[in-house]
């Protein structure tokens, strides 16, 4: 963790902090504090200084925290888990698909606080601003093979739904494959790449992009979108606390699926389907439809004008019809 972000970390309990106290922690002098503080004031960043008593933070700031992830993970999870937090990357994917190379971990999760080649699916770039929201990548083995994939991207959306659910917000809802909707705009998105088969086994990289506390975007978010500060204004949303609910849903639901397939989801995703009943066309291939809900493998089923079309996932996405 760099310097400024030790400071921050420490000062974000809103208690007073002696600028000796804060010198000693940083291994730096009393002067070196007083300046870094200085520099991290700011529009988002209000520091209070009285003389005896030292620093206060009196912003509410929501900073990634390890050791705070760690311990909101279930016992299951915490068992199994490696946990990087990072403040920069490329992307938490990139970086998880490296460590799986050397790491013999049964699941390596990567979070940043910023990514820089931030990816979304069909080759988007996913707008990964600092501070803002969540970046999230876990490297899962799972068992059966490349067959076993169908489903797992629709289940990784129902995860996410439950986490967010289970912190307190109603009404969240999926677009086939795995977006997650409120309010018909994107509060998450789900990349899911694969790393190779070992031993009947694959290795499974599921990224999860959370818009959390984002207010503007810039020019490449070319869809309507919102963060869990609109869509739940009563709640204060604090990012670790949606990793690990994020995390502990994810590899609960992981399990299941392995041994149950999708079958154990259908129900549930499609009481969550927000195209169900509507009219729509793929894209690219422009098949027209009403939306007839998932099959028990996850593929999306369309009634047209000359019966029932089986679309699946991949590249192909649903648009619906003006
Ligand atoms: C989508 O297009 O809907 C998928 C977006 C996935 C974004 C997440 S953020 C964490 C992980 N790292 C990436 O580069 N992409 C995924």
Redesign the pocket.
């Known amino acids: 963790m760099r310097k400024d972000q030790t400071l921050l970390s420490i000062l974000s309990d809103g208690e007073w902090h002696s600028g000796e106290a804060l010198a000693q922690s940083l291994g730096v002098s009393r002067t070196a504090v007083w300046k870094q503080l200085n520099r991290l004031m700011g529009p988002d960043v209000a520091i209070e200084r009285v003389r005896g008593k030292g620093y206060r933070l009196l912003s509410h700031l929501d900073l990634l925290d390890h050791d705070r992830i760690m311990a909101l993970f279930g016992e299951s999870a915490r068992s199994r888990v490696s946990l990087e937090v990072l403040d920069d990357v490329?992307?938490?994917?990139?970086r998880v698909m490296q460590l799986g190379k050397r790491s013999g971990d049964e699941v390596s999760i990567c979070v940043?606080d910023r990514?820089t080649?931030?990816?979304?699916?069909?080759g988007?770039v996913?707008s990964?601003p600092a501070g803002e929201?969540?970046?999230?990548?876990m490297g899962v083995r799972l068992k059966g093979g490349f067959s076993a994939l169908e489903g797992l991207s629709l289940v990784v959306g129902i995860a996410v739904c439950r986490a967010l659910e289970s912190l307190g917000l109603d009404g969240v809802a999926l677009k086939w494959p795995?977006?997650v909707l409120f309010d018909s705009r994107?509060l998450?998105?789900?990349?899911i790449e694969l790393q190779g088969e070992l031993e009947g086994a694959v290795r499974v990289i599921v990224?999860?992009?959370i818009n959390v506390h984002m207010n503007r975007v810039d020019a490449a978010v070319d869809q309507p979108w919102i963060s869990l500060d609109a869509a739940a204004p009563s709640v204060t949303w604090q990012r670790n606390d949606v990793i690990a609910a994020v995390v502990n849903q994810t590899l609960k639901a992981i399990g299941q699926f392995e041994g149950e397939g999708f079958a154990a989801f259908q129900s549930d995703w499609r009481a969550r389907d927000s195209l169900l009943g509507t009219s729509l066309r793929t894209d690219p291939e422009g098949v027209q439809g009403i939306g007839a809900g998932v099959d028990a493998a996850g593929a999306y089923l369309l009634d047209a004008a000359d019966g029932q079309v089986t679309v699946r996932a991949g590249e192909l996405s649903l648009r619906r019809n003006p």
Do not use: C, E, M, P
């Open positions: 490329d992307s938490t994917n990139t940043a990514q080649q931030g990816r979304g699916r069909r988007r996913w990964s929201n969540i970046y999230l990548s795995n977006d994107k998450a998105g789900i990349l990224g999860v992009g």
